[in-house]
Every structure is written in structure tokens, then in C-alpha cells.
């Protein structure tokens, strides 16, 4: 038997190690049309002692090793890049560890659902603030932390799920575990604090997208669930783009705390319709974007108050209220009351059949979003040559565009843009060109990338858009923690000629 293989079934049990075609191919893509990496070994460990021991082989024999929560990551970064290595899959670690009820954190192993979190959360009239990404279903709590993730619920008042962490454990590139936060202090019993204890060492790890070590519990702040909410969605009129990032600045000068506000542009809706995905009820209804808001309260007068103050905001930019129900068109109640939050963003991958987007999911500035969408439409103009390349061979036009966007905790918005595709070999290089262009138009508008996995991080700094001051001292970072270059070995081209 290889030896590999032999070692790593004497550190994770027998069946939980493979290496077999059928399972290698299963882990060697994520969500997107084109980047793939075989691994030759896929391992699914329960506990840090058994990744920090697979660390120490992985370094013994100079394999590389990628970390997979949900397997969600739109740039393809929980897959090798190239093929070889061992895929580490985290679902398996998926246990609550405690509840502090006194304190409202959660402890959690890092491979936990968003969605099993909120499960065993609601009983406890508890929730997370910040429900992490849109594709909280699949995607895990670990895989949150590493992207900086927002977008599945309450990204406008609590920010990113990042900044509910309090503490991690985290075992490093070559197989040591620490603990951060409060927890750095040994004599600590329970996490109740994220800075201190010297330097924020928490947030070397959040947003690394797995290059930095691998977070097996994760400490978060939790929140009681208000219990009085209204959810209200518009049709916007004129530029429907200008008048959303109108309101949404209105909204942060008025200092209303929505829960989420949301924009969904006017192209969103005619795919919705045209395709019948998402709200196929709202087909003759609506014509143009819309928006919407959801607010919480902890009484009825606090809620009247705040609405009222909402209310005026989308009057003076002559929005028409829809009705206030789900089958009015209000996206807003189907979002808050029935985890659309979470089933949004799904129809996009496949909205038409086996298509499959090429995405730039980023933060820009609110004041911005509207001069991004307009230089996407204008890039779509300029790649009219490989748009009918694409449609003359998959017989179906891309969609080119943004997704629905997105107020932050900060005054910044997240955007999602990109063009569907298929992953058709005959036109496998004008998809990656044309992904890369897209990556390249959106960075050098200043956006800030929270996921950047495989393609993003390579381009990221393929064209210069780290200074080099910034990129020397990531790279000496990364090679205090891994000198071998094990961890997620390839994104941001770190190490690469030392490799
Ligand atoms: C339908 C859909 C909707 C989405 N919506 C959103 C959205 O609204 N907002 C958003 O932020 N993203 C969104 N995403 C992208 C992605 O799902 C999220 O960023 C998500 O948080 C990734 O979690 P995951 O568990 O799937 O991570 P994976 O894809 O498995 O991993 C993500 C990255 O983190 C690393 N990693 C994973 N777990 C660990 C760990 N425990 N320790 C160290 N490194 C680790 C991986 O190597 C990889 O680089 C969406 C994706 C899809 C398919």
C-alpha cells in the first residue's frame, strides 16, 4: 500500500482516509466552471490532534495540504491548486462544545453548518447577529472566519462574522495548536475576550483563506433574537442603481440600525422572472430593482419609531411600497421569516441549466457600487467577441452583471458580480481570460476582496495590487508559520520560488 496512505490511516480511522478516482475527483472542484486541482488523498479528521499530526507528516514529506469546510468558496480555494496534496475535510468536526448562556458565547468545532448553529441557537431565543454567508446551509463556520463572510442575514447591523469572534483554536502550519483571544492566557477557563494578551493574533487568521494555520473551535458572540421586526420591500424608479446607494447612505447618516438592507438590481429581477427562480410569484408585478429593509426592535414603540423614520427615507426617494406579503413581492418577509437569507444566492449557480457563474463577490464603498455596475456593463460592451464565442458554442449567452447588493456594518456594500458560463472545454480559456479581466477591472476600482481562494489571490498579485512593502511582510509571515509552504500551498503565489 502507498505509504502515505498507510500513515495517514494510522492517524485518522481507516475509512475516513481515500485515495481512491471517484473520491479524489468529488474534492477536486468547488462551485465554479472551470478551476480544478486533483488531490491524491482526501482525509476527514475529528479533532485538532489528529490535523496537527497529519500537519507534521504533510511537512515530513513535503505534501501540501488544503483545508475544506463547505466546499463553497467561489474561487477555488478549498481544492489543490494543480493537482497532488491531501484535501482536509472539516465537516466531520462538527460539534456545539458550550453554550454560555451567562456570558452569550457559543463555542463551536469549526466545521458546523451556519444553519445547524441557528438550529440549535433558536430554542434559546439566541442567534449569531451575523448569519454568515449566503450559502450558510452548506457552508461552515470555519470557512466563515477564513473569508470574512456576510451576506446571509444581518450583514447591516452586525458586519461581518468576523467581527463576532472572540476566540480560536488553531492548530499551525506545522502541527502546533495555540488558542487566541482570552484564551491565550493558559489559566483562562472560559473565552470571554478577543483583544488582549498582546496583539489581535485572532485576526492574522480571519480572512487568510486557509494559509495561515487551520481554526478548529471557534468562540463567538451570540445575541437574543428581537422579538418585533418589520420587513418592508420597494420598487425603486429612475436609476434604480443611484437611488439605492442613495438610500442606503440615508439610512447610515440617519444612524437606523437595519438588520439588512438590500438592493436587487433591475437585471436581477428580469432573470428572476424570466427564469421563474427565487419568487416566481412576483413574474407581472414588478419591473425594475428593488430594495428592501428588515429592522428589529425590543418593543413595539422602539419598532414604530424606527419604521416611521425608514418609511420617510424611501418616500423622498419616490419608492413604491410593495405589499406586505410574500406574495405581494415583499422579499424582505420571505428573506427574514423563511431563511431566504440562505436561499437567495443559491438559484444563481445554475440558473439556467448546468450554468454556472464566474463571480467577484467583494466590498466596495456605497458611493461607489453604482460606477462598478456601470463599468461591468461597459466591460460586457468590450467582450462582445467572446460573448458570441461562448454563445456559439454553448448555444446560451452568459448573463452579465451584479447579484443583489448588500449594506455592511461599515458604510460599504458587498457586491456581487460576474457572468454565467459552462464548463465546456472548447471554451475553457476565454472563460478563464475572461474571469481574470473581471478580477482585474473590479481591483483596480479599489474593491476589497474578502474570498479570494485560488484565481483571486493569484491575480490579486499577478498585477502589482499589493504595494511591496505589504506583500514582503505577508510573505515573511507566512514563512514564520510555514517554512515548508504546506498550508494552501499556491494562493498569493506565496513561497513560490522557494517552493
Ligand atoms: C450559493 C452560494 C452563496 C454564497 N454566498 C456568500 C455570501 O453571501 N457571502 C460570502 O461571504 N460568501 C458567500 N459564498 C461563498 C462561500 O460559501 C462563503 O465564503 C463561505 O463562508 C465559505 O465557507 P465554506 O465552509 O464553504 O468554506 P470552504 O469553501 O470550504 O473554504 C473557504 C476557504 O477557507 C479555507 N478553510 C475552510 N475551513 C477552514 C478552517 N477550518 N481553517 C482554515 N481554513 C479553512 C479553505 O481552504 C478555503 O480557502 C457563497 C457561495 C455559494 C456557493
Redesign the pocket.
Known amino acids: 500500500m502507498d505509504i502515505i496512505l498507510e500513515k495517514l490511516r494510522e492517524i485518522v480511522h481507516k475509512s475516513h482516509v481515500s485515495d481512491t478516482k471517484y473520491l479524489t475527483f468529488a474534492y477536486s472542484q468547488?462551485?465554479d466552471p472551470i478551476l480544478e486541482g486533483i488531490p491524491d488523498y482526501v482525509a476527514i479528521p475529528k479533532s485538532a490532534q489528529e490535523i496537527s499530526e497529519i500537519l507534521k507528516l504533510a511537512n515530513e514529506k513535503n505534501i501540501p495540504v488544503?483545508?475544506?469546510?463547505?466546499?463553497?468558496?467561489?474561487f477555488g480555494?478549498?481544492k489543490p491548486i494543480g493537482d497532488g496534496g491531501i484535501v482536509l475535510d472539516?465537516k466531520q468536526?462538527d460539534k456545539i462544545i458550550n453554550l454560555d448562556e451567562d456570558h452569550l458565547i457559543v463555542t463551536v468545532e469549526?466545521?458546523i453548518?451556519w444553519a445547524q448553529l441557528d438550529e440549535y441557537l433558536s430554542p434559546f431565543g439566541l442567534y449569531t447577529g451575523c448569519m454568515?454567508?449566503?450559502?450558510?446551509m452548506?457552508?461552515?463556520?470555519?470557512?466563515?472566519?477564513?473569508?470574512?463572510?456576510?451576506?446571509?442575514g444581518g450583514g447591516a447591523k452586525y458586519g461581518?462574522?468576523t467581527k463576532q469572534l472572540i476566540s480560536l483554536e488553531?492548530v499551525l502550519p506545522t502541527g502546533e495548536i495555540i488558542n487566541t483571544g482570552s484564551q491565550a492566557n493558559r489559566f483562562s477557563k472560559i473565552p470571554f475576550g478577543r483583544f488582549g494578551n498582546g496583539p489581535d493574533l485572532s485576526g492574522l487568521?480571519c480572512g487568510?483563506?486557509?494559509?495561515l494555520?487551520?481554526?478548529?473551535k471557534v468562540s463567538l458572540q451570540v445575541f437574543p433574537r428581537p422579538k418585533f421586526v418589520e420587513c418592508k420591500t420597494f420598487q425603486l424608479k429612475g436609476n434604480t442603481a443611484r437611488s439605492a446607494a442613495k438610500i442606503m447612505i440615508e439610512i447610515r447618516r440617519r444612524g437606523i440600525d437595519v438588520y439588512d438592507a438590500m438592493y436587487i438590481p433591475d437585471i436581477v429581477v428580469s432573470v428572476f422572472k424570466s427564469e421563474k427562480v427565487i419568487l416566481p410569484w412576483i413574474e407581472n408585478k414588478i419591473r425594475r430593482g428593488l430594495f428592501f429593509y428588515t429592522i428589529e426592535a425590543y418593543s413595539q414603540e422602539e419598532l414604530n419609531e424606527k419604521v416611521k423614520q425608514l418609511d420617510q427615507i424611501f418616500e423622498e426617494n419616490k419608492a413604491k411600497i410593495l405589499g406586505p406579503e410574500i406574495s405581494d413581492g415583499n422579499i424582505a418577509r420571505w428573506h427574514y421569516k423563511e431563511q431566504g437569507h440562505w436561499q437567495l444566492?443559491?438559484p444563481?449557480?445554475g440558473l439556467t441549466p448546468t450554468s454556472e457563474p464566474c463571480t467577484t463577490?467583494c466590498f466596495v464603498p456605497i458611493q461607489q457600487f453604482p460606477s462598478l455596475l456601470e463599468a461591468i456593463e461597459q466591460w460586457e460592451y468590450e467582450h462582445t467577441p467572446e460573448m458570441d464565442k461562448i454563445f456559439e458554442v454553448t448555444k446560451v449567452r452568459p448573463i452579465v452583471g451584479s447579484g443583489p447588493i448588500?449594506l455592511l456594518g461599515e458604510n460599504s456594500v458587498?457586491v456581487?458580480c460576474g457572468f454565467t458560463t459552462y464548463p465546456h472545454k472548447d471554451i475553457r480559456e476565454i472563460n478563464l481570460s475572461l474571469w481574470k479581466s473581471m478580477i482585474d477591472l473590479v481591483t483596480k476600482m479599489g474593491a476589497q476582496w474578502?474570498?479570494m481562494?485560488d484565481i483571486c489571490s493569484r491575480e490579486f498579485v499577478e498585477i502589482g495590487a499589493f504595494t511591496p512593502e505589504y506583500y514582503s511582510l505577508l510573505t515573511n509571515m507566512k514563512r514564520i508559520l510555514d517554512p515548508k509552504n504546506i498550508l494552501?500551498r499556491g494562493?498569493f503565489k506565496l513561497l513560490e520560488v522557494e517552493k
Open positions: 468547488n462551485v488544503y483545508p475544506r469546510g463547505g466546499g463553497c468558496c467561489e480555494g478549498s472539516l468536526m469549526s466545521g453548518s454568515g454567508p449566503g450559502s450558510g452548506t457552508a461552515s463556520i470555519g470557512g466563515g472566519i477564513s473569508h470574512h463572510s456576510v451576506g446571509g461581518a462574522c488553531v487568521f487568510d483563506n486557509g494559509i494555520g487551520i481554526k478548529t444566492y443559491h444563481l449557480w463577490e448588500l458587498e456581487t474578502y474570498m481562494g494552501s494562493k
